[in-house]
């Protein structure tokens, strides 16, 4: 999922510091309120053709409501079983198994991000309703509106392997840039990695590989 936010003066470790496994959250993070200028990775041109929209502005709405929605969510969420961690361990990383934690909606849906109000007054008509999305990934907890199934617990894996090794800043302004760019959820990159991977996944799942790899790629190869 897309949204993100955060905390004052007490930065989440390693976010923004792509390709590093320090990138945990702590477990008893809970929802600091508070505002951070997000800084656009160096190197990082502006895209002109790109509608004016404060994009800075998006990303750092859009941090701020996936921190505070992993907030909410974070308490309810259970761990993963043994069963589920040692099977999904050939494709990934074995702390981030260690550290998901997995919510399910008992009644009512996952309500839309506030953004999205702004986002069709923009003019954006095909942004996904949550509330039929079968899981929503707030960093590192995931969000099932349905039954659990493996092959979306997979896809919301690959969101947060995305989030660990892009770190939270990096992977909210990709996920705002690329929807910008594309004009279409399911084309902006990061949601397209993983359902390739999902895909590939759902083909043959005794095959493993590296999802983290696969994620280090797609940044060196500049494709998110
Ligand atoms: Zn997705």
């Known amino acids: 999922m897309v949204y993100v936010e955060d905390t004052k003066g007490q930065p989440i470790a390693g976010a923004g510091n792509s390709a590093s496994r320090n990138n945990r959250l702590d477990p008893g993070e809970k929802g600091k309120a508070g505002s951070r200028a997000v800084t656009p990775a160096s190197g990082e041109a502006t895209n002109p053709a790109e509608p004016a929209i404060q994009v800075p502005a998006a990303d750092n709405f859009s941090e701020l409501e996936l921190l505070h929605a992993r907030a909410r969510y974070y308490p309810q969420g259970m761990p993963l079983g043994l069963k589920t961690k040692s099977f999904l ?71 947060a392997t995305q989030v660990q090794v892009l770190g939270i800043d990096r992977y ?31 083909e043959n799942r005794e095959r493993g590989f590296s999802v983290e790899t696969e994620v280090a790629r ?5 494709r998110y």
């Open 172 to 202: 909210s302004q990709l996920f705002v840039r690329g929807f910008l760019r594309t004009k279409s959820y399911f084309m902006v990159p990061i949601k397209a990695h993983a359902f390739a991977l999902d895909c590939q996944f759902a």
């Open 218 to 222: 797609w940044l060196r190869e500049d």
């Open 89 to 159: 361990a050939r494709f990934f990383d074995p702390a981030l198994l260690g550290q998901v934690r997995i919510a399910k909606m008992a009644g009512g849906r996952v309500p839309n991000p506030s953004f999205y109000k702004e986002a069709k007054e923009l003019g954006f008509k095909n942004l996904p309703d949550l509330k039929h999305q079968t899981t929503v990934t707030f960093l590192d907890v995931v969000v099932f509106n349905e039954q659990v199934t493996e092959r979306a617990l997979f896809h919301a894996l690959v969101h």
